[in-house]
């Protein structure tokens, strides 16, 4: 089993910047992608973006040149620095992983094997 436990999540104005943290622990061996979905009332939790072991990144088309997600894999941390946010931005995000051989972006929550608990992310206008 794998634990993701998330930080960072806060209440920003417009135009405002957060950065979200995730921390693994237990059978990281198990895990070499890792990901950041959010899920606003009433819609389906979105891909936000993603990372792999070599680094290689992808974005959801809303946050393109906005936020910036990076990994430490000495720490196994995953952040996501979340720059000109926008009312539409509001959400709980949550961080995920899985492992797989290859490099293929998954872009559906039930492509993950694990999930944390979530942090709200609220942007006001």
């Known amino acids: 089993q794998v634990q993701l436990v998330e930080s960072g999540g806060g209440l920003v104005q417009a135009g405002g910047s957060l950065r979200l943290s995730c921390t693994a622990s237990g059978n990281i061996e198990t895990i070499n992608h890792m990901a950041w979905f959010r899920q606003a009332p009433g819609k389906q939790r979105e891909l936000v973006a993603n990372?792999?072991?070599?680094?290689?990144?992808r974005y959801g088309d809303s946050v393109k040149g906005r936020f910036t997600i990076s990994r430490d894999n000495a720490k196994v941390e995953v952040h996501l620095q979340m720059d000109n946010l926008q009312p539409e931005d509001t959400a709980i995000y949550y961080c995920?992983?899985?492992?797989?051989?290859?490099?293929?972006?998954?872009?559906?929550?039930?492509?993950?094997?694990?999930w944390g608990q979530g942090t709200q992310v609220t942007v006001s206008s």
């Open positions: 990372i792999i072991s070599d680094g290689s990144t």
């Open positions: 995920a992983a899985r492992y797989s051989l290859g490099t293929s972006t998954y872009c559906l929550a039930g492509e993950w094997d694990y």
